[in-house]
């Protein structure tokens, strides 16, 4: 006589398989959100200059720097960085021309508007925290000295554009008095 041996196996209960299968979703549901909220805040942060203050002042040339008769102006630019990370500028263009030497006289910026930068070396790397106040103002002549290739006249309108070092260009319109 032959005797078979039967082995009964044993399945895991259903509640306990439930519950695993619970334990294994909330876990990657977590890790799913942890990287998910890593993404989101590296792609919220971004700088944006909003420039409030835009105007041009009719001047005499300064002595020594600028041919004599020429005609000059002083191009201001005040504003704030309203974004949520600083801003670097790194260039000022007249009419789509950067501006020549901002390390000389005729060139300054502002941060916070209370003092003016010092050592401005060209290129320009000016940082810009976020909620700080910027102010910029340069000089222009009629002949173009600072802006190569360029000519200026009373009652012309000049777009100065502000560039920073993530390459946005944030342009304003200024009319020359």
């Not at 890790?31 to 203050?53: D, H, I, N, R």
């Not at 000022?92 to 003092?115: H, W």
């Not at 200026?152 to 390459?167: C, E, L, P, S």
Request: net charge positive; glycine share 8%; proline share 7%.
């Amino acid at each position: 006589m032959s005797t078979t041996i039967i082995h009964k196996r044993r399945a895991v209960s259903p509640v306990i398989a439930t519950v695993i299968l619970i334990a294994v979703a909330v876990a990657l549901g977590i890790a799913v959100a942890f990287w998910a909220s890593g993404l989101t805040s590296s792609f919220s942060k971004y700088e944006k200059l909003g420039v409030s203050t835009q105007y041009a002042v009719s001047t005499s040339c300064p002595s020594g720097t600028l041919p004599s008769g020429d005609v000059c102006w002083v191009v201001n630019l005040g504003g704030q960085n309203t974004g949520s990370s600083d801003a670097t500028i790194t260039q000022i263009q007249v009419n789509g021309v950067p501006y020549k030497d901002v390390s000389s006289p005729l060139f300054s910026i502002y941060n916070n508007m209370t003092s003016p930068a010092t050592q401005l070396s060209t290129p320009l790397s000016f940082p810009v925290k976020s909620g700080a106040s910027f102010a910029i103002s340069f000089n222009l002549d009629s002949a173009g000295i600072p802006v190569p290739g360029k000519t200026f006249a009373h009652g012309q309108t000049i777009q100065v554009t502000i560039v920073t070092a993530a390459g946005n260009n944030y342009p304003e319109s200024i009319v020359l008095p």
